[in-house]
């Protein structure tokens, strides 16, 4: 051995400096190509929508389903703003400005076979809307119901109402009203009869409030989140789960402590956070292995992600509302469509230096969940390594 190293070694005392120079270069910039192709293979690329998924569905005044009607697509009006730069030589063209809201706060909820869960969530996500960002201002009959609807207890909205509460959001500036866009994820049952007929009951305009987008594959939660975004009408805009873990009422603490940091071009992240809860009865009953995982995962998004974003201490909880005018720095760049984009939205703020801020709210395990907890966290560290390296190494870019 030590004869093949003398050896080894005279061979490279024998070969002029500048072409071992030049071999060390190409071995390196020849590793460095094939981690660049390794991970450009690997890195997931966004599905770009169908047509078809650029509509909605909803309930007219009179009841009756819709037919497919174009969404608005703020993300479509910028492209199409900088493209008529582009073609008038003006590659220099930044101009991130969206058209003013239409209302103050739209709810965006990724469904798939949620029909099950989604009429209790959107029950409490309405009664709560209306009360405090709607034109009209609720009452509640005497036993605050009206009707059930697949055993789910509906609180009547009227038009003209008895009872004022207060419409604490809005400032006279600001715009009034409220949407909820139900994507529905390539869901095989009837998630998507199911909001439309909550949309049915609601009656009058408020049924008009509620619409649902169809896409005919699934995408994954980031997919059907990151889709909805794009179209929504509101000043504000949260994403929420169907399975209503989340505490809706909390989305006014989100909205108080997102005015709180917005900075000069009125940007700003709200993200829900359970940490608050590590170490509660509901945390300490979860299986060990379940646990494990979850602080395992926090390592690693520690160890991979940049300061900012790994000093949140819940990535993943799905309770986020974003300024309107944070959204052009973040949902055009998005590429994870699976469990980890929540991390992907957070880097993208940090890297627009967007402010962040972290809210606790009230959380409750909701039964049902399509998460595995073993195969589901591998693949999100998975996720997360490669999604880290794409944007590192220049596989992920900005427009």
């Known amino acids: 051995m030590a004869e093949y190293l003398q050896r080894a070694i005279e061979t490279f005392q024998g070969v002029p400096l500048p072409l071992l120079l030049s071999f060390f270069a190409t071995t390196i910039l020849g590793i460095a190509l094939l981690i660049y192709l390794a991970i450009f293979i690997l890195a997931p690329f966004p ?12 309930v007219d005044a009179n009841g009756e389903s819709s037919q497919a009607t174009p969404l608005p697509c703020w993300q479509d009006a910028i492209k199409a703003r900088r493209k008529a730069a582009q073609d008038q030589g003006n590659f220099a063209d930044t101009d991130l400005e969206m058209e003013k809201p239409e209302i103050f706060m739209s709810l965006v909820v990724p469904a798939f076979n949620e029909q099950e869960r989604l009429c209790i969530m959107l029950t409490e996500a309405v009664a709560y809307l209306q009360q405090t960002y709607g034109k009209a201002i609720p009452t509640y009959e005497s036993n605050g119901v009206v009707r059930r609807h697949n055993g789910v207890e509906k609180i009547s909205v009227h038009d003209n109402a008895s009872t004022n509460l207060p419409n604490e959001a809005a400032t006279p500036s600001e715009p009034i009203g409220w949407e909820i866009l139900i994507v529905s994820d390539g869901s095989t049952d009837r998630t998507e009869e199911t909001a439309l007929e909550f949309a049915r009951d609601l009656g009058g305009e408020l049924s008009q409030s509620i619409r649902v987008v169809s896409l005919r594959v699934n995408k994954g939660k980031g997919g ?4 909805g975004m794009r ?29 709180k940091v ?33 602080h395992s995962f926090h390592f690693l998004l520690r160890v991979l992600t940049p300061p900012a974003t790994s000093a949140i201490r819940d990535t993943q909880c799905g309770f986020k509302l974003f300024s309107r005018s944070s959204l052009p720095y973040i949902i055009p760049h998005m590429h994870s469509e699976g469990w980890i984009f929540d ?57």
């Open 47 to 58: 599905r770009v929508a169908l047509e078809s998924e650029k509509t909605f569905r909803t």
């Open 224 to 227: 059907a989140v990151t889709h």
């Open 231 to 259: 179209h929504i009408r509101g000043q504000y805009a949260i994403f929420a789960d169907a399975d209503g873990a989340s505490r809706f009422e909390d989305l006014g603490k989100l909205l108080t402590a997102s005015k």
């Open 262 to 294: 917005e900075d000069a071009q009125g940007r700003s992240v709200a993200v829900g956070s359970r940490a608050h809860l590590v170490g509660s009865e509901a945390v300490v009953k979860r299986s060990f292995v379940r646990n494990l995982l979850m």
């Open 343 to 399: 991390v992907e939205m957070l880097m993208l703020a940090e890297s627009a230096h967007i402010p962040v801020v972290e809210v606790p709210i009230g959380w409750q395990e909701v039964g049902g969940s399509k998460l595995n907890v073993l195969w589901d966290s591998l693949g999100m560290a998975w996720g997360l390594a490669i999604l880290r390296a794409g944007w590192a190494i220049g596989v992920y870019r900005r427009w």
